[in-house]
């Protein structure tokens, strides 16, 4: 009972954990992108979508080798990092954070550009009149306005990064211990036979997945006027 407990804790904690850091990253640059999108025409917009909705129709090992290229201890960022700290972050819960964060950040930006996009701009153009600058507006009238859709598009973003697979399987490994999150644990422990602990994960993955449905329905229906 205590090594089944074990084996249940750990994955689901560092699940958690990861879906949390991740949610808290897409929220703080998402919300950013999705005001850009939607109040601003400049050259490349349309490329820049492209680039950053990719996630959502590209399969997650594509995804995941990308990452490899891009944070390897040879890629771009990968070698900037080495040099800067002396080691790789492949193969570590941060490394599954960055696949989390890429996979989910489309969900949030898509949603909270929508919901951007529906604030009235003339209750904008009004604070610009009374003298508030763009990003009090911003701040003030806007994204409040917006916030429906902006939890939306936060809770969509933290349901996928806690049952997020391959871009994270390639990055971080099935490192039991270390890297094995939820989803990697149910792929082991199928793969081994282990029946009661592959449907233990399934039963509490979608216990969180309906918790969260649920919160979030009450949630938004608070913030209805």
Known sequence: MVI?????WFPLSLTLWVATISSVLVLCTGIIIAYVFARRDFWGKELAELLVTLPLV?????????????????GLLGHFIYNFFGTGI?????AAVIAAYTVSLPLM??????AIEA?????????????????????LIT?????????AGLVLSFARAVG?????L????????????MSLSIYSAFQAGNDELAQTLVLILILISLLAISLTGRFIGKLEV
């Open 164 to 168: 997020e697979f391959g871009a994270t």
């Open 4 to 8: 089944m407990l074990d084996k249940v």
């Open 58 to 74: 590209l399969p997650p090992t594509v995804i995941g080798y990308l990452l490899v290229i891009f944070v390897g201890r040879k």
């Open 109 to 114: 930006v898509r949603a909270a550009q929508a």
């Open 143 to 151: 994204l409040p306005l917006a916030k429906r859709g902006i939890l």
């Open 119 to 139: 604030v009235d701009k003339e209750l904008e153009y009004a604070a610009y009149i009374l003298g508030r600058s763009e990003t009090e507006t911003a701040l």
């Open 90 to 94: 492949m193969f570590t819960w941060q």
């Open 170 to 181: 390639m990055l971080a490994g099935n490192i039991p211990g270390k890297t094995n999150t």
